[in-house]
């Protein structure tokens, strides 16, 4: 009698362990296929090109009513099975039983559905069968019909694909700072984005979302930062989770998945299980080569063979038709691991290969594919690769070719591109002088005026001299940001404004960065660069600041910190220094200092404490001082006309209207002010980084003045009669140092290369610029203008600033 | 080795690092770009900087005092620079961070 193999899941690992058991012992069994889709087995991977219109539906199928019917197979599709009955050996399902010697069960996974209001509203689906494809191609149909996909993983970003093609608009959310972070980097991850932005597919990162809305039906979609999308129809895609439920009724052995051994048998010797339902060795599958492995398992045991499940490596790919990305093995870099990165910015290519010792363990590709296979041969194979290191990234064709050009990032720039800001000055135009016969900076200069005003441009125009005219012309050697790069901070600055790079993953990229994640050089003024060009669409990144920024207090040599209260131009009063009293005795502080910038610093205060001292600061109208930033530290002043009999003009009001205006601000070193009522100088105005002071007629403007390291004097930017054109030059030159200069220049140095007379140019002679200067520091001002304190002086920051754990007790018992 | 649930891994900013306080000092959790986690002794060597708080790059941490970089991985000092840091086994398991508890509790004492 042929013994009874029931098999729970018509799927793809099923269908394969079918095929092997027949091909090898084609009467040996006698077969019950149970499907709770209403559908034998089909190539579920390719529901994606049918969504997108590609395929159809019976192009996929894997197998059909003739093959069930020439190999017996007893098919009970659309019937879930809703019980193993482990004794008497019988499944049961919502339509009758069917008794077994072997069971098998491939039940795959179940869609995760993120249970916010409104997910079990009519036109929310998930992305795992036929029946779904289909709902989303009937709602396509809809002309100008709006789409949310949440989810940007390799589902989600095929679903919104497919639907794209389909006419819809379709918005993309993802949780995370990248789109398939599991798969990619960020490198690859912001060009996959960029693409298909260009697609006209929207996504949104770093989207959490709250709602879905609507009365009967969903209508759009809510995030937990108040965007609201529309949408006719949200697809979720976040996650999957292996189908468990009958196995766990049954009280077989459950990990997170149903575990299985070697051999693919459960804790009940006659039932086995395949595919996405099962947790082998801790590990869960969710693509489909591992799961051809199983099956091919499972048959052997079957047949009472003996074969062994051993997971190899899987390689990923996105099924959108024009989007070339490649990953696969581990693409982590690390100690005792090499990395080495090519760039092509003009073609949006980006590879990158991780070595350990002499064996290559993983890549990461976009844009250029062509190798992938290759690659990831070597990373299976364990393939000796130190003779080919040298050329390894060029791929198996490569032979004797030239490498990276190190002008590339110049060289792609279009014609349009602007490189000297000051007299806007393309690229176009300086090639034609070039062309014309300017051989050198100073002819360029001469000719274009490129890089004849403040200067901080002359790195580009070199290398545009340099890739325009070969070896012709000599670079002179510049110094690099830091090993992750070529470019010097001033090529960095303008090309982050000529080719609107506007994350650091971008920048990282189109300007061909060597490493994957910068270094403690480049990440913190990438950073002040960034955030200061582009205020409103940059996120300020708290892990490439220094730890002073990070946590808003200066670190002390034991690891405790200082906290230094903002006194508006050294003014206090009585219930200030009462509430500073009080947080000294309330925090034990070691240490309360009058600091030379007139105001009170408490030293030694723990980290955990911070929040908490802030919190009881604020509540008596204390904020950051900000004694710890590259930003506006303190406006000292003296006490002027209301006491001093040598007055002229009100000293300290001027100085508290400035620390008003310009506290909280991101500058590239720290700015010091101070206001003096009289020559005399109380406030010492003439060494600080912009100092006035007041006279009789008006009021004296210096900048570029120092007391630390160097000892500068001020230079006179100008005289001025009202207070209120004081207060416009010293916003615009701060504005001007912000855009212009190299991070940690003082102003004194950034003035010492750029020239006085340029930035009188600039922000004394030129109203229309200092006026635009002035509105785009208060833009940035509108977003950064935020005291850090009572940002933190919340449950959330008081958790994250204290430990994560904590065993001193534990051990103690 | 026991295996100890200290948190979950979002509880950890990417390129970040966190603190577990033991009876022999506070032990430094860092979480890197590609989500992986690592855990060493929070001092270092030069002169007790807390490496929690420094820069992460890759699989390094630059410490916050004197600019120091030491491997995540086998917690040398890097460059010129010479010195090490005690590291001690640490993974991810289902989005929690899993740290080995003897050596944790019981420290470099035992
Ligand atoms: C607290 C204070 C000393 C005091 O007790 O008076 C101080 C303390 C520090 N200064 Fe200062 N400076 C302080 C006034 C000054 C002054 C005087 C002034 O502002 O009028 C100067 C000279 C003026 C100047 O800056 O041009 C000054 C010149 C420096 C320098 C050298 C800067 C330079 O460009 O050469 C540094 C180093 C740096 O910033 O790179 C520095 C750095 C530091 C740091 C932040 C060192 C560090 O990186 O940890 C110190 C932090 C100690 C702490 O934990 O609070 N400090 N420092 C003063 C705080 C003023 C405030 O209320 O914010
Ligand atoms: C849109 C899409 C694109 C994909 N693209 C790729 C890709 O490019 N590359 C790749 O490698 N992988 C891809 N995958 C993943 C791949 O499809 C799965 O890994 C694979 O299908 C899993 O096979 P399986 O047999 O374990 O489960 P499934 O193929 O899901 O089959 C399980 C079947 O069991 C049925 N079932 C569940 N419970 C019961 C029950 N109680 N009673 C009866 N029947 C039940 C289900 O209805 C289902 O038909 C993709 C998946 C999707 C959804
Ligand atoms: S600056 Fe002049 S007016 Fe002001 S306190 Fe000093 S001496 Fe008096
Ligand atoms: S204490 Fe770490 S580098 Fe000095």
Redesign the interface.
């Known amino acids: 009698m042929r013994k009874k193999l029931v098999v729970i899941g018509a799927g793809m690992a099923s269908g394969r362990v079918l095929e092997h058991v027949l091909a090898q012992d084609p009467d040996g069994w006698d077969i019950t296929l149970f499907n709770a889709e209403p559908r034998g087995n089909y190539n579920r991977i390719m529901l994606s090109p049918v969504l997108s219109g590609e395929k159809t539906y019976d192009e996929i199928v894997t197998h059909d009513d003739d093959f069930y019917r020439q190999h017996d197979i007893t098919c009970r599709f659309g019937e879930s099975v809703v019980r193993i009955d482990r004794a008497n050996k019988v499944v049961l399902s919502n339509d009758g039983g069917a008794p077994y010697d072997k069971l098998l069960i491939a039940t795959g996974s179940a869609p995760f559905i993120i249970p916010v209001p409104g997910h079990d509203l009519p036109g929310v689906i998930t992305y795992r069968d036929m029946d779904d494809t289909q709902a989303m191609i009937d709602a396509s149909h809809r002309p100008g019909g709006t789409a949310v996909v949440i989810g940007g993983g390799l589902l989600g970003l095929e679903a919104a694909a497919g639907l794209t093609a389909r006419g819809m608009a379709v918005t993309v959310i993802h949780l995370m700072?990248h789109l398939m972070?599991r798969q990619l980097?960020?490198a690859a991850g912001y060009l996959l984005q960029k693409d298909l932005g260009a697609r006209g597919l929207t996504v949104h990162c770093k989207g959490a979302t709250k709602a879905i809305l609507g009365k009967d039906r969903a209508e759009a979609v809510l995030l937990e930062d108040g965007t609201v999308y529309p949408a006719d129809l949200v697809c979720m895609a976040v996650g999957i989770r292996p189908e468990t439920r009958i196995a766990t009724d049954a009280a077989l052995e459950i990990g997170?998945g149903i575990t299985v051994d070697d051999h693919m048998v459960t804790s009940d010797p006659d039932i086995l299980a395949v595919g996405e339902c099962v947790e082998h060795d801790g590990q869960l599958f969710g693509l489909v080569a591992p799961l051809y492995d199983q099956a091919r398992v499972v048959a052997a045991t079957l047949l009472g063979q003996d074969a062994a499940f051993r997971p190899v490596q899987t390689a990923t790919k996105l099924k959108v038709t024009g989007v070339d990305l490649f990953s696969a093995g581990d693409?982590?870099?690390?100690?005792?691991?090499e990395?080495i990165v090519f760039r092509d910015p003009a073609r949006g290519v980006y590879k990158r290969l991780v070595i350990e010792g002499d064996r290559l363990i993983g890549a990461v590709m976009y844009g250029d594919t062509a190798d992938g296979s290759w690659f990831f041969g070597l990373i299976k194979d364990g393939t000796d690769i130190a003779a080919m290191r040298d050329t390894l990234i060029f791929g198996p064709a490569w032979q004797g070719g030239t490498g990276a050009d190190p002008l590339a990032a110049v060289a792609a720039l279009p014609p349009e591109a602007e490189i000297c800001g000051c007299n806007g000055i393309c690229k176009g135009t300086i090639t034609a002088a070039i062309e014309g016969g300017a051989a050198s900076l100073a002819d360029i200069r001469a000719q274009t005026k490129a890089s004849a005003s403040c200067g901080t441009c002359t790195g580009l125009v070199e290398q545009v001299l340099a890739s325009t005219l070969g070896d012709a012309f000599q670079m002179p050697a510049a110094q690099p940001v830091c090993a992750c790069t070529d470019l010097t901070h001033e090529d960095v600055r303008r090309l982050i404004k000529a080719r609107a790079l506007k994350s650091m993953a971008a920048l990282m990229q189109e300007l061909g960065w060597k490493?994957?994640?910068?270094?403690?050089h480049c990440?913190?003024a990438l950073n002040f660069y960034l955030l200061a060009d582009w205020p409103l669409d940059y996120t300020d990144d708290?892990?490439?600041?220094?730890?002073n920024e990070?946590?808003h207090a200066n670190?002390q040599?034991?690891?405790t910190y200082s906290v230094v209260p903002r006194m508006w131009g050294g003014m206090t009063n009585p219930a200030e220094l009462r509430a500073i009293a009080d947080a000294a005795d309330k925090y034990a502080i070691p240490a309360v200092k009058v600091t030379g910038g007139q105001r009170i610093d408490l030293l030694g205060v723990r980290k955990a404490d911070l929040p908490h001292i802030w919190a009881d600061l604020n509540k008596a109208g204390l904020v950051s001082g900000h004694a710890y930033s590259k930003g506006l530290r303190t406006v000292k002043t003296c006490v002027g006309t209301d006491f001093c009999r040598f007055g002229t003009q009100d000293s300290t009001g001027l100085g508290i209207k400035l620390e008003k205006r310009l506290w909280g601000s991101w500058t590239p070193h720290k700015v010091k002010l101070a206001v003096s009522g009289c020559p005399r100088n109380c406030a010492e105005s003439t060494c600080k980084d912009i100092g006035i002071i007041c006279v009789d007629s008006g009021y004296e403007v210096g900048v570029g003045g120092a007391a630390g390291m160097d000892l500068k004097e001020t230079q006179r930017l100008a005289k001025v009669t009202t207070e209120a054109e004081a207060i416009d030059l010293t916003v615009a030159f701060v504005q001007l140092y912000r855009e212009h200069a190299k991070y940690l220049d003082r102003p004194y140095k950034w003035l010492a290369k750029v020239g006085l007379d340029w930035v009188q140019a600039q922000i004394v002679e030129d109203p229309d610029n200092r006026a635009a200067l002035i509105a785009r520091f208060d833009l940035s001002q509108s977003v950064y203008q935020r005291d850090p304190w009572a940002d933190r002086a919340t449950p959330q920051a008081q958790a994250?600033f204290a430990?994560?754990?904590?065993?001193?007790r534990?051990?103690?018992e | 080795m026991t295996w100890l649930d200290?948190?979950a891994l979002d509880?950890?900013?990417?390129?970040?690092a966190?603190?577990?306080?033991?009876?022999q000092g506070?032990v430094a959790?860092f979480r890197?770009?590609?989500?992986?986690v690592f855990a060493m002794d929070d001092r270092c060597p030069h002169?007790?900087?807390?490496l929690s708080?420094?820069?992460?790059?890759?699989?390094?941490v630059?410490c916050?005092?004197h600019?120091w970089?030491f491997?995540?991985?086998?917690g040398?000092a890097q460059g010129a620079d010479e010195g090490a840091v005690a590291t001690y086994p640490a993974r991810v398991e289902?989005g929690r961070i899993l740290i080995d508890a003897a050596r944790?509790?019981?420290g470099r004492a035992a």
């Open positions: 700072g972070e980097d960020p997170r693409f982590a870099d690390g100690e005792g691991r990395d490493t994957s994640c910068g270094c403690h990440r913190p708290a892990q490439s600041r220094f730890v990070r946590n670190i040599k034991d690891g994250d430990p994560l754990a904590d065993f001193t534990e051990a103690a | 200290i948190g509880d950890i900013p990417q390129r970040g966190r603190v577990v306080k033991t009876v506070c959790v890197t770009g590609d989500d992986r002169r007790g900087g807390p708080e420094g820069i992460v790059h890759g699989h390094a630059t916050p005092l600019n970089v491997s995540l991985e086998t040398m289902g944790l509790i019981r």
